[in-house]
C-alpha cells in the first residue's frame, strides 16, 4: 500500500464518491473520540444500485492509487457498503440506512468537514 496520510485517504475517498453523484459527503475526525479509526467518510445514494457504484468508485479510485481495503462488506447488498482502509472507515449508505443508524449523531463530538462537488 502506497504511504497516504489518513486525513488525505479520508478526502480521497470523499472526493471520490462525489464523482459518482454520492451526496451529503462527510469526513468525521474520530482522532481523539475513537480507538477504532481516525476518519468516517460517509456518504448517501438514492437507490441501491447508486449505493454500489459510489463504493465501487472508491475502491477503483483508491486501488488505482495501490490503496486497498482490509475489509468490505455490503457490496452485494446495497443498502450500506463499508470499506476499511485501518485509519479510515467509509460507509456509503442508501439515504433511508443512513438516517436509521444516524453515525453522525453517534459520532457527534467528531469535528465534521463537509465535501461538495466543485
Known amino acids: 500500500?502506497?504511504?497516504k496520510s489518513a486525513s488525505d485517504l479520508a478526502r480521497a475517498a470523499g472526493r471520490l464518491?462525489?464523482?459518482?453523484?454520492?451526496?451529503?459527503?462527510?469526513?468525521?475526525?474520530?482522532?481523539s473520540i475513537s480507538p477504532v479509526c481516525d476518519y468516517?467518510?460517509?456518504?448517501?445514494?438514492?437507490?441501491?444500485?447508486?449505493?454500489?457504484?459510489i463504493a465501487?468508485?472508491?475502491?477503483?479510485?483508491?486501488?488505482?492509487?495501490?490503496?486497498?481495503?482490509?475489509?468490505r462488506e455490503g457490496h452485494r447488498g446495497g443498502n450500506w457498503v463499508l470499506l476499511d482502509y485501518v485509519d479510515v472507515v467509509v460507509h456509503v449508505f442508501l439515504e433511508s440506512t443512513r438516517q436509521f443508524y444516524a453515525l453522525e449523531k453517534?459520532?457527534?463530538?467528531?469535528?465534521?468537514?463537509?465535501?461538495?462537488d466543485d
Open 106 to 116: 453517534l459520532w457527534g463530538d467528531a469535528s465534521t468537514e463537509e465535501l461538495i
Open 56 to 71: 465501487a468508485a472508491v475502491y477503483d479510485g483508491l486501488l488505482d492509487e495501490g490503496i486497498k481495503p482490509v475489509f
Open 1 to 3: 500500500m502506497k504511504t
Open 40 to 53: 468516517f467518510v460517509i456518504a448517501s445514494g438514492e437507490a441501491d444500485v447508486h449505493v454500489r457504484a
Open 17 to 31: 464518491a462525489l464523482t459518482k453523484k454520492g451526496f451529503d459527503v462527510k469526513v468525521l475526525n474520530l482522532k
